[in-house]
């Protein structure tokens, strides 16, 4: 089956290819061009037939959105996927364990409070407060929970996931309280963050996205056979020669970065990190040399799907892309849970 991994690979990716030039024809505002290649290649060689509505839409909307979508879905299955293959254990992705809560904290935060806490930040980082505060928000949650459930040495699953269930409801709550006190533009732009949406896209996020992504990817793709190994337990990967903790910290570090940046540029898109390394383990058998990799194909297309229905199934306006995915993977969490309930 490893053999086959290239062949699922370009399957996956043609697949992907496919929906995202459906995905461009998609939505309320119809192309005067019906042929999508005929349209780019006249935006590329400056063509005075396209006009600037067709240009602006392309270009400005539905492009960048798609790109958004294929990063951030990318980002959050991996992301779940290495948290599952660290803790040993379906549950735990970035919503379910308070990382996701943390982000949307800190990006709370820097919405509301944004004005008084530039002044005492360096101007350079003015632009990407957002991003830095919900990455810092993700990487303090992470490092929480992780030091919450680990006992020399040794990750306690159940307290894990208690301790990140109730992580995530203190920032809700926090974030309630925040809400509470916002003024109508603030609040305008909280209700983004919590419910998910990709209406924010631009060529300048899926820059900062591309670059946080391959700076992960570097280091994570490669860790399916660690994965593998650490899920003997530990101790017995260890023996076979897997540096456990360094793999742990840069798991915890990466992972932190994808999610906060995911967040800050599209609010809470729940379950993502579930729904693919779920699927893709019924199909491998928690192989992690072929899950890793085929997950950041199967996030980007999962929510491309979900993004392309939330902005056509009722027009003109759409649904935000968080509430789709929660309504797919709160089946799939309840079908896990029904599984193991007999080893918790």
């Not at 290239?6 to 019906?34: D, N, Q, R, T, W």
């Not at 254990?89 to 709370?108: E, K, M, Q, R, V």
């Not at 991003?131 to 303090?140: D, E, K, P, T």
Request: net charge positive; with cysteine.
């Amino acid at each position: 089956m490893r053999n086959k991994l290239p062949l699922y690979l370009i399957c996956s990716l043609l697949l992907l290819a496919l929906l995202a030039v459906v995905s461009l024809y998609m939505g309320v505002y119809e192309f005067e061009k019906h042929s999508i290649l005929q349209l780019l290649k006249g935006i590329i060689s400056n063509d005075a037939s396209v006009s600037d509505a067709d240009r602006f839409v392309m270009m400005d909307l539905r492009l960048p959105r798609i790109v958004m979508a294929i990063l951030i879905g990318s980002s959050l299955a991996v992301s779940g996927t290495c948290l599952q293959g660290m803790f040993r254990n379906p549950l735990a992705t970035p919503d379910l364990i308070g990382i996701t809560s943390g982000a949307s904290l800190f990006a709370s935060i820097a919405i509301v409070l944004g004005v008084q806490l530039k002044a005492y930040i360096p101007e350079f980082m003015h632009f990407s407060l957002i991003s830095s505060m919900a990455f810092v928000g993700a990487l303090l949650t992470m490092i929480l929970v992780y030091r919450i459930s680990t006992i020399n040495g040794k990750t306690n699953i159940v307290v894990m996931l208690l301790s990140g269930m109730a992580i995530a409801a203190l920032g809700f709550a926090i974030t309630g309280f925040i809400i509470y006190i916002s003024k109508e533009e603030q609040l305008r732009d909280l209700t983004f963050w919590n419910l998910g949406s990709l209406a924010g896209a631009n060529w300048a996020k899926n820059a900062i996205l591309a670059v946080m992504i391959f700076l992960a990817y570097t280091v994570l793709i490669t860790k399916g056979k660690a994965l593998n190994a650490m899920m003997l337990g530990e101790k017995d990967a260890a023996h076979l020669g897997i540096k456990v903790e360094r793999i742990k910290k840069q798991i915890i570090l990466l992972t932190a970065l994808m999610v906060g940046t995911s967040v800050a540029f599209a609010g809470t898109i729940s379950f993502a990190g579930l729904i693919v390394p779920y699927i893709l383990r019924i199909v491998f058998k928690s192989n992690y040399h072929i899950i890793l990799p085929l997950s950041a194909v199967a996030g980007s297309i999962l929510l491309l799907t979900a993004d392309t229905i939330s902005r056509t199934i009722a027009p003109p306006s759409e649904i935000p892309v968080g509430i789709l995915t929660a309504l797919m993977g709160a089946p799939i969490f309840i079908t896990i849970l029904i599984r193991s309930r007999n080893t918790m």
